[in-house]
């Protein structure tokens, strides 16, 4: 007999779906039932208020993350039975404030819980070495690096002799204070006692934290450590790799993120695994195209297409055929970049997946629009907007583009801002009681939004945290277009 998943479980669930606001609006009723039932204030409350600010902190809405742990806080603070969830509440109200950037008030807060926690558990306890994991992390980001060494350097010896599998993240963050530091030493202590296991966690930790600091120091050690422990064709080796190749495209190394895609292709090619080959290709081509080798990136395009058809999948091939296709059209082969975008339609219809025919339409209706074949573009552009999400990136591309082509525009491509709040809009007033809203206007002034809104009735408590919280919704959804627009 399977359970009935929790309220946090389910909505953590929605997350990894991507609904977010499904998500949110499951605990935010959680907290309404638990304040009825206990009262606000209560431990009850305040659990339910740390529940709601986790799911909001995987949501990137930090500030009402921050709001919510700090009511938890606040509203255990004084209770000694709860001692120990208040201490979890605080480490939260640090973390959060840490990750917004608020570096003074993330200090302050995590050495008084680390003071706290040691009045608990004592200096010798894991759950000590928790708080001045954190702190440690706060120190490293302020730049305080003797501090932060000195207590990194504490929290790896806890968990060491506490044997806590949580000597993992100590590592990866020792390793990134030590890089720092430059000092020349090696960032990460010989690991050949360690169980492969837990080296393979060490990598995991050094990837969840994105390589923070000076990433590239960081995960070149870190592939080194690897390849001699593990093997060049491990997954863990691989995965630094291609987290590597990331940092390089960030960092402007092109060359460095063309050198790790190669030793990860050549690694899939060994292993005969053909789909995670294709990928690396695809990756491959696009890090050619960006290093200025147009030659090399089509013709790694035309063999990433000969494995997709090996393999038979026909939203692979579409995918190959879409960028294979985009990347010719910005070679100037025009001929060749409506024979392959086409392909990629076609490919994409015997596949019936919306997302791959919604993107293979859009570029091929882009394509279309650009050659001054407004009516193809259109009738290509709606069935691209009909089965993609409408706050899909490529559906806002497609959106502001069909703009330009009703307009018997062939470039200009449409205002993408006016796209962008539009869809903003239409994102927030679907959440909300048809009979709210007299008016929302959205602008984005300095690279951000800026929201007037009038009210046609005086709203209830519960509206109008349904309201704040759409806009809440819709500012995290929607402000990654805005550093994100093509053209």
């Not at 963050?173 to 169980?195: K, S």
Request: aromatic share 4%; hydrophobic share 40%.
């Amino acid at each position: 007999m399977t359970s009935t998943p929790s309220p946090i479980e389910a909505a953590f669930a929605l997350l990894q779906q991507g609904r977010v606001v499904e998500a949110e609006e499951l605990m935010a009723r959680e907290l309404q039932a638990v304040t009825a039932q206990h009262g606000h204030g209560s431990q009850a409350w305040a659990s339910a208020q740390c529940d709601l600010g986790n799911v909001l902190l995987n949501a990137d809405q930090l500030d009402r993350a921050i709001e919510c742990y700090r009511n938890a806080v606040t509203a255990s603070a004084d209770d000694p039975q709860f001692r120990k969830d208040h201490l979890t509440y605080r480490l939260n109200l640090g973390q959060a404030l840490r990750m917004a950037g608020r570096l003074d008030e993330s200090e302050a807060e995590l050495r008084r819980g680390a003071q706290d926690r040691m009045a608990f558990y004592g200096r010798e306890h894991p759950g000590y070495a928790f708080g001045l994991e954190s702190l440690a992390d706060v120190l490293l980001q302020r730049g305080d690096l003797r501090q932060a060494r000195q207590v990194v350097e504490e929290t790896l010896d806890n968990f060491w002799r506490n044997g806590h599998p949580h000597v993992a993240q100590a590592l990866a963050l020792r390793a990134e204070v030590v890089a720092a530091e430059a000092t020349g030493e090696p960032l990460f202590p010989p690991m050949d006692q360690l169980p492969d296991a837990l080296v393979e966690q060490v990598a995991r930790s050094v990837l969840d934290r994105h390589g923070q600091g000076d990433p590239a120091t960081v995960l070149n050690a870190l592939v080194t450590v690897l390849e001699a422990r593990l093997g060049p064709d491990h997954q863990a080796t691989l995965n630094a790799l291609s987290m590597l190749a990331n940092s390089g495209r960030d960092r402007g190394d092109q060359a460095g993120r063309v050198d790790a895609i190669q030793r990860v292709l050549a690694s899939y090619d060994r292993q005969g695994l053909a789909e995670q080959a294709l990928m690396a290709a695809l990756g491959l081509a696009m890090a050619q195209s960006e290093v200025g080798d147009e030659d090399g990136a089509l013709h790694t395009y035309a063999s990433a297409y000969t494995r997709a058809e090996r393999i038979g999948t026909p939203e692979l091939a579409s995918q190959v055929l879409r960028n294979w296709g985009l990347a010719l059209r910005e070679a100037g082969q025009a001929h060749l970049a409506e024979q392959r975008l086409g392909e990629a339609v076609a490919q994409a219809r015997r596949g019936g997946d919306g997302e791959t025919l919604g993107r293979a339409d859009v570029a091929l209706g882009l394509f279309l629009q650009h050659e001054g074949r407004l009516e193809q573009a259109r009738t290509v552009l709606e069935e691209g907007l009909s089965v993609l999400d409408p706050v899909h990136p490529d559906a806002m591309i497609g959106r502001s583009h069909l703009g330009a082509v009703l307009d018997g525009r062939t470039c200009g491509c449409g205002d993408m801002e006016s796209t962008i709040t539009d869809a903003f809009r239409d994102f927030v007033a679907g959440r909300l009681p048809a009979d709210l809203l007299a008016r929302l206007d959205v602008a984005i002034v300095d690279g951000d939004f800026k929201i007037d809104v009038a009210l046609r009735r005086e709203p209830t408590q519960d509206e109008l945290e349904r309201l704040n919280g759409a806009v809440q919704s819709a500012h995290a959804e929607f402000r990654r277009r805005l550093t994100s627009r093509r053209g």
